[in-house]
């Protein structure tokens, strides 16, 4: 017999007793579905689409380690505050990419500079003057040879103290022409500055003074005396 609208109720139903094909498409609303209800295995695989998420939805405990690769970063993404505290590591910069304007004021240490590193073409400053007198003072060995020339030599600086000189005694003897001192080391090389005769000696006229290569001295006269005649030759020697 025909069922009145409404006659069949809850308790009229048996357990189990519908089935999917006594359900019409699109009966089972939300508010018909228990929450917690719907577990993993009742969703289709790929039936989770971008539209089925709510937005900040995907926390980073969802995610898998090592799942997130380059193509799914957008570009400028990863702003330094995503960048983890000594993460950016020498093998991470690329060769000539850290410029002069990303280096710190005082940043390059002498630690940092490898040695033989700074050529005089890395060197840009004037040098300060020297304020006389300098301290340490500059010592001999750090003067080059030949270095001090005339013009650096201040009028009346040269004295009798500075100069390395030998005073040699030379006598001719009665009624000879010449005399000499013999060999010296310490006179070759040298220079004759000048003479002076002893006293008493007999009016002789002076022919010439010779320093020879071995470091004698020797002296002529033109015509020989009675006496001995003496003569102090002043010899500048060699540096």
Do not use: C, H
């Not at 295995?41 to 989770?48: D, L, M, T, Y």
């Amino acid at each position: 017999m025909p069922l009145l609208p409404n006659e069949v109720k809850t308790e009229n139903i048996a357990n189990s007793a519908v089935t999917t094909p006594k359900i019409a498409d699109d009966q089972i609303t939300s508010a018909k579905i228990k929450d917690g209800a719907i577990k993993t295995e009742k969703i289709a695989a790929g039936a989770v689409s971008g539209s089925k998420l709510a937005d900040n939805a995907v926390t980073g405990s969802k995610i898998r380690d090592g799942i997130v690769r380059s193509e799914k970063i957008a570009a400028g993404a990863v702003t330094t505050a995503k960048i983890g505290e000594l993460q950016v590591t020498s093998s991470r910069i690329q060769d000539r990419a850290v410029t002069t304007e990303k280096i710190a004021n005082s940043a390059v240490t002498t630690e940092k500079i490898a040695n033989g590193s700074v050529t005089p073409a890395k060197l840009s400053f004037t040098p300060p003057s020297i304020v006389r007198p300098i301290t340490p003072p500059v010592t001999a060995d750090e003067i080059g040879g030949l270095q001090v020339t005339s013009s650096k030599l201040q009028d009346n600086a040269v004295t009798k103290s500075k100069l390395s000189y030998k005073v040699v005694s030379i006598t001719v003897p009665a009624l000879a022409l010449s005399g000499d001192s013999g060999p010296d080391p310490e006179l070759v090389g040298g220079q004759i500055l000048g003479f002076y005769p002893s006293a008493g000696n007999s009016p002789v006229q002076l022919r010439q003074i010779i320093l020879s290569p071995s470091g004698s001295v020797s002296v002529s006269i033109w015509a020989g005396s009675a006496a001995d005649n003496t003569f102090d030759v002043v010899v500048l020697k060699s540096l």
